[in-house]
């Protein structure tokens, strides 16, 4: 995920939450269709609020936090979920640090574009090796083919 949307590596700790997140509200067929968290708590989980991880978001500044003439809206990067609803942790790239907001604005359409492109260019480059791989094959001799082997029994 985090190569996926050219994240910074340090953030692994909040890519492996997040798929932890997401595999305990995915239904299993050993559990009859049912998810483990539903298996837990007898309770369907609700994955409305699934977001693409790494996509831009914009939230509001409250009068308080900002400065004069500050701007009203910052963004960040999507990187989980809390088990608060609708709270998110966001990864504020100037400062690097996470915090946890509400009330984002989420920008999945730029996130799901670049996964695409990574993906296109990862086939386009596969096929540009397939291709030098079957080039014009070369007849290599083996080295040890005429070698024969001598019985050392006494």
């Given at each position: 995920?985090?190569?996926?949307?050219?994240?910074?590596?340090?953030?692994?700790?909040?890519?492996?939450?997040?798929?932890?997140?997401?595999?305990n509200r995915s239904?299993?067929?050993?559990?009859?269709?049912?998810?483990?968290?539903?298996?837990?708590?007898?309770?369907?989980p609700n994955v409305g609020h699934f977001k693409?991880?790494?996509?831009?978001?914009?939230?509001?500044?409250?009068?308080?936090?900002?400065?004069?003439?500050?701007?009203?809206?910052?963004?960040?990067?999507?990187?989980g979920c809390t088990n608060t609803p609708h709270n998110y942790g966001v990864y504020m790239k100037t400062?690097?640090?996470?915090?946890?907001?509400?009330d984002l604005k989420f920008d999945e359409d730029k996130a799901m574009r670049v996964s695409l492109e990574r993906e296109l260019n990862l086939h386009a480059d596969e096929k540009l090796l397939a291709s030098?791989?079957?080039?014009?094959?070369?007849?290599?001799e083996q080295p040890h083919a005429g070698v024969q082997r001598m019985d050392t029994s006494t």
């Open positions: 995920m985090l190569h996926d949307q050219g994240l910074p590596l340090h953030l692994w700790v909040e890519a492996c939450n997040i798929a932890v997140y997401v595999w239904a299993y067929r050993i559990l009859e269709s049912k998810t483990p968290e539903e298996d837990y708590s007898d309770k369907r693409i991880f790494g996509s831009l978001v914009y939230f509001h500044v409250t009068k308080d936090a900002q400065k004069k003439l500050e701007a009203t809206s910052k963004f960040g990067i999507f990187v400062s690097r640090m996470i915090v946890v907001c509400r030098k791989v079957e080039g014009p094959q070369i007849d290599v």
